[in-house]
């Protein structure tokens, strides 16, 4: 009971704090070493300790933190790994943090969990690599990739190391399975083997890799950007053709302005103004994505559409130039920003309206005062010039122009297949056409090409050795991996469960892997430790859930989990705010259940919601019967004065007192508190038992019953408090109670030894 007391001291007065100091944490830790000594078994306590240490910068009180965890947890493989760096940490120089790695490493290493070896030895390999030794740097790399699949950092290390060295995708695909396996749920490792995939002409994997990365991408409340959703329609487009890109863009757009007349139509019924409301007309895709549409009714030959989209395309356009040339007059952009932004709009629209063949007069009269200006830079000038002679049929000046640019751009490389195409050079602008559809495949300009060229029956676009070879490596990444975020249940369990731990409630929260392999756990890891618990607290018959606050855990004892292995933790869920509410109102029933939510994120309405692959469930309820709720002044007086019992070492009836006193200080009298007058007859009460009370009896009092900061009627008892000399109780006091500088507190411990 005394060690919660001074745990719970500790965690309130840090997280009073908007940003504890060093100092802060050097107190917690004095105070959470002292709990310790009267919870010797408590491995959470102990993790605390080495929180506490590590925020306060003491190395050796951390080593012994980790000790006491592995004493009472030998398989807490966290804080092994910590324990390692701790103890590397004391080396001065890179030789000797080598030789201490090496010793965890060599035969003294041998009974460590791989995955601790495996993290010890990439920390080696970094140092190598820091002092330019590659071949121990490769060794070491390569051991903890061994050790461990699930050491995402040695992967993505490893990936990035032999990216450049592989031949070919199919190599770059296969160190990005194994990126993939590290950590199933890296939506960026997705949408990487999507776009390699896409390029190498593997469309249906592709498509499979993509859109597991949106979904992880929604799944973590994370708005794909507008490129993701181009990269999308082109694989659409490649693996059903142009039409399917056609119609889903229409899909997209028309579903917007369809629901856009009717929230306005409903509003007009009711007589409501419909002015924060778009008009439809004035709705429109992205301008990337109208490029896509744009485009892809050129391939599919749906004229309507094609001309419907360049309409649009130009108005928003017209739109982007506004918003700049508004921004600049106002001072929030430079003109150079404006002219660089009207550029680069006016440049797509004129390429993609130059191929399709969809310019209306006016654009092209805009089109042609724009490129006039002085202010429009040279090189602008240069890469849009052709394309307003390719507009203007003029395609021979058009070439001429299109060969003085970078040969190696996509863009410039259409423009001259286009010249020759309409010059009559078939098979030149065929060579071209493919070379753009080959080597630009995940590109609005290779789709387009490709579909060119299919079109004309000159080129059937078979399946590559090295698309055949990506597509094997793909399939064999098997589709449970698809489904880990839409059915987290299938790999993941999550339980919580009341039970009696250290002498009071606590939840014990198991998670259980599933899964076909091992899985990596930790904060934003495919197992997430990080736990939310929700309180849903009834008074009596009244909730009270509002007015409590909600607990962040961390449960990462475990690096890995493998398969069918569980992670069992006991917490103790009262430690902060709410656990001092609910016992504060100790003159009714309190009964509290906790919702329990793994690897939370913030939701749309104020609340939290479960992170990608993340799980949720409930316990059962806690009641807490009521402390003396019918007792009146004289009888709290009485009990007050002979608390403890006959030796005053009865810790339960020393806390229940003390927490019954902060009640009828603290609480309005509806709810059992009492006048001014009867408190300050409890506290002379209980400050005249205080000096008989045993030392855990003390710490009790001081921790728990009010001080007269917060009721002026608790005088006598700080005053008793004030007289302390037990270092150990005295410490508890200094944090509670001290407040100016010529407190007798300070001053007592200032002439302590």
């Known amino acids: 009971l005394g060690a919660d007391a001074i745990w719970r001291t500790v965690a309130l007065d840090l997280r009073l704090r908007d940003e504890p100091l060093e100092r802060d944490f050097r107190i917690a830790g004095h105070l959470l070493d002292a709990a310790q000594k009267l919870a010797p078994t408590d491995a959470t306590l102990s993790r605390e300790r080495v929180e506490a240490w590590f925020q306060a910068a003491d190395n050796e009180r951390v080593i012994n933190a980790c000790r006491d965890i592995l004493r009472l947890d030998p398989k807490d493989t966290v804080a092994q790994l910590r324990l390692i760096t701790a103890q590397v940490g004391r080396q001065q120089t890179a030789e000797d943090r080598l030789q201490t790695y090496e010793r965890f490493l060599g035969a003294a290493g041998e009974r460590l969990d791989p995955s601790v070896r495996s993290r010890v030895a990439l920390d080696a390999a970094l140092i190598h690599r820091e002092r330019g030794d590659t071949e121990p740097f490769l060794d070491r790399l390569a051991l903890a990739v061994s050790l461990d699949p699930t050491n995402k950092e040695a992967a993505a290390l490893a990936e990035t190391l032999y990216a450049s060295e592989r031949d070919g995708p199919a190599g770059r695909l296969e160190l990005l399975s194994n990126l993939l396996f590290a950590d199933p749920l890296d939506a960026s490792v997705h949408q990487s083997m999507a776009m390699l995939l896409g390029q190498v002409g593997a469309y249906e994997q592709a498509g499979r890799f993509y859109r597991a990365a949106v979904a992880l991408m929604y799944a973590s409340r994370l708005t794909p950007p507008t490129q993701v959703g181009v990269d999308q329609i082109v694989l659409r487009w490649h693996s059903e053709g142009p039409q399917g890109a056609v119609s889903e863009l229409n899909t997209a757009i028309l579903t917007q302005r369809d629901f856009a007349k009717r929230t306005i139509e409903q509003l007009n019924r009711q007589g409501i103004p419909s002015t924060g409301v778009t008009p439809p007309e004035d709705l429109r895709l992205p301008i990337a994505l109208e490029q896509v549409r744009l485009l892809a009714a050129d391939a599919s030959g749906d004229l309507k559409t094609r001309f419907e989209s360049a309409r649009d395309l130009e108005r928003s356009v017209e739109k982007v130039l506004a918003t700049l040339q508004a921004q600049g007059s106002a001072g929030m952009i430079g003109l150079d920003a404006v002219t660089e932004g009207a550029a680069t709009a006016i440049a797509e629209m004129l390429v993609v309206t130059s191929i399709t063949n969809e310019q209306s007069d006016g654009l092209k009269a805009a089109m042609d005062l724009f490129l006039q200006r002085d202010d429009v830079d040279i090189i602008y000038r240069e890469q849009l010039m052709p394309w307003v002679d390719v507009r203007d049929g003029n395609f021979e000046a058009a070439e001429t122009k299109f060969l003085a640019q970078d040969a190696s751009s996509p863009t410039a490389i259409l423009g001259l297949a286009l010249c020759r195409a309409s010059l009559g050079r078939e098979a030149e602008a065929r060579e071209l056409y493919q070379r753009i559809a080959t080597t630009n495949r995940m590109s609005v300009m290779g789709a387009w090409a490709r579909s060119k060229l299919l079109a004309g029956a000159s080129w059937g676009d078979e399946p590559t050795d090295e698309a055949r070879t990506c597509t094997s490596i793909a399939k064999g990444v098997p589709p449970w991996v698809d489904s880990m975020v839409r059915e987290p249940r299938s790999f993941i369990s999550l339980d919580a469960s009341i039970v009696e731990s250290n002498g009071r409630p606590a939840i014990r929260i198991v998670i259980r892997n599933l899964s076909p392999l091992p899985l990596a756990v930790g904060p934003d ?92 469930t409930q316990t059962d309820q806690i009641p807490v019967p009521p402390i003396r709720p019918d007792a009146d002044a004289d009888k709290l007086a009485e009990w007050l004065a002979g608390v403890g019992g006959a030796d005053g070492t009865d810790e339960r009836d020393i806390r229940d007192a003390s927490i ?94």
Not at 533 to 557: F, Q
């Open 525 to 616: 890891k495919p197992i997430n430790s990080r736990i939310l618990i929700s309180p849903m607290m009834d008074v009596g018959l009244v909730s009270w859930s509002a007015r409590t606050l909600p607990e962040v855990l961390d449960t990462d004892r475990r690096l890995r989990l493998l398969q069918g292995e569980a992670v069992e933790v006991d917490i103790w869920p009262a430690l902060g705010y709410t656990g001092w509410l609910a016992e504060t109102l100790c003159t009714k029933s309190v009964r509290t259940r906790w919702g329990v939510l793994q690897g939370f994120i913030a939701g749309q309405t104020q609340t939290y919601e479960p992170g990608p692959m993340c799980l949720s």
């Open 660 to 753: 019954r006193l902060r009640a009828a200080a603290l609480l309005p009298s509806e709810l059992g508190g009492l006048s001014a007058e009867s408190v300050a007859r409890l506290s002379d009460a209980l400050a005249g038992r205080y000096p008989t009370l045993s030392t855990a009896g003390r710490v009790l009092v001081v921790a728990h019953a009010p001080h007269a900061r917060q009721n002026a009627a608790m005088q006598s008892l700080d005053a008793a408090i004030e007289q302390e000399r037990d270092p150990f109780v005295l410490a508890l006091a200094l944090v509670t109670r001290c407040i100016v500088p010529e407190s007798p507190l300070l001053q007592a411990a200032a002439q302590s030894s």
